[in-house]
């Protein structure tokens, strides 16, 4: 009895003891929060069993529903483009600047097959301490299996087939998602995107209509002659006007590459200048939305030109946020993504 008193004793003051060296090492400072230190070979391996054991055990007895219904993996493919594709990228896209620094780097799904009922929990509930959202706060299970069913298909999608999907896949309007800049191509699309688009230095987007959800024409007339004129300073290549039109931390669009203003201005400002002076442009709609000091006009503009020695025929959608100043209205973001018009 003495014995086992003893024993019982001697575990509990090395737990303490250990618990205070954690304590004091976690205080201290001495680990390496940072996303780009790598865990251990054992830590990783730690957290990875537990990760997989609380999504089986959770996801076990999850009725699965017939994930092969045309509709549904439609539907799911619209929800797929509009918002997971800056993580988990696309038939044809190698990488994106959001992925590249990722920790747990979200994986690639067009390049796995995950089980659908670990796939359901997992969009549901997100995964703690990685970046992976609960898309269950602000969307219904039919709409999460949507997407399992989508994913499901990913595995061996070409481009082209994925590009077809999305075209043809309801839009997804339960809610925007402001950065959600990944299913527009740029005139900078990068190598291995869609081929189709090669010669147009201006691919495809395929959400026509999504992003206006909520906004009408005229609703914030300041904010939409903003957008105007800067559209004209654009064509007219002033580049004073077309900086006083930004505010300084605005961020620039187009397909996968976001840009700061300085950046912009230091070389794509200059392409588009010289594309747009001698195109033809006309706005086919504009409609804005305001919150607050905030708005957002998004214009579909065709557009008629040449880029390298070639006619190019363009519908571009432009996403714009504004901020008011005062009295005037500062853009804080573009979003640039064009399709090619047809003949
Ligand atoms: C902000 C980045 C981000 C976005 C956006 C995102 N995910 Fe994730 N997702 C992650 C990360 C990171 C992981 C990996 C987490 C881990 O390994 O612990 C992940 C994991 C997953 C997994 C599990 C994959 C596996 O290895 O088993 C699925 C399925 C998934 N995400 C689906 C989606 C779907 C569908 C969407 C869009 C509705 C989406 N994700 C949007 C970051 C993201």
Redesign the pocket.
């Known amino acids: 009895m003495k014995r086992q008193t003893e024993y019982v004793a001697f575990t509990a003051a090395v737990a303490i003891m250990l618990a205070v060296v954690l304590a004091i090492y976690g205080y201290s400072g001495s680990y390496n929060i940072g996303a780009d230190d790598p865990h251990w070979a054992v830590t990783h391996k730690v957290?990875?069993t537990v990760?997989d054991r609380s999504?089986r055990s959770r996801s076990a007895d999850i009725q699965v529903p017939n994930l092969n219904d045309p509709a549904l993996i439609l539907k799911?493919a619209g929800?797929?483009d509009?918002?997971?594709?800056?993580?988990?990228l696309k038939p044809g896209v190698n990488n994106s600047e959001?992925?590249a620094g990722?920790?747990?780097?979200?994986?690639k799904?067009s390049g796995?097959q995950?089980?659908p009922r670990?796939?359901f929990w997992?969009?549901k509930h997100?995964?703690k301490?990685?970046?992976?959202?609960a898309?269950g706060a602000s969307?219904d299970d039919q709409t999460?299996w949507s997407?399992?069913a989508?994913?499901q298909k990913l595995p061996g999608m070409t481009p082209e087939q994925y590009h077809d999907i999305v075209a043809k896949a309801p839009p997804d309007d339960d809610m925007d998602m402001d950065s959600d800049s990944e299913h527009s191509h740029s005139h900078h699309a990068a190598e291995g995107d869609e081929p189709q688009n090669a010669d147009t230095s201006a691919p495809a987007s395929n959400e026509t209509g999504k992003y206006a959800a909520g906004l009408k024409a005229g609703a914030v007339p300041e904010a939409e002659a903003a957008a105007q004129d800067f559209l004209d300073a654009l064509r007219s290549g002033d580049r004073v006007k077309i900086l006083r039109l930004l505010a300084p931390e605005a961020q620039i669009t187009e397909g996968n590459e976001t840009q700061s203003v300085k950046q912009y201005a230091g070389h794509h400002m200059s392409e588009d200048v010289a594309f747009l002076k001698h195109s033809e442009l006309t706005v086919v709609s504009r409609t804005s939305a305001a919150t607050g000091d905030t708005a957002r006009v998004i214009s579909e503009t065709n557009i008629i030109g040449t880029t390298n020695g070639r006619a190019a025929r363009l519908r571009s959608r432009e996403q714009m946020g504004l901020k008011r100043i005062g009295d005037q209205w500062k853009i804080v973001s573009i979003e640039w993504s064009s399709h090619p018009l047809a003949e």
């Not at 990722?102 to 994986?107: A, H, L, R």
Request: with cysteine.
């Open positions: 957290v990875r990760r999504i799911g929800q797929y509009a918002m997971c594709t800056g993580c988990h959001l992925r990722m920790y747990p780097q979200p994986p799904l796995i995950v089980d670990d796939a997992i969009i997100g995964i301490m990685s970046a992976m959202p898309w969307h999460i997407m399992v989508f994913v």
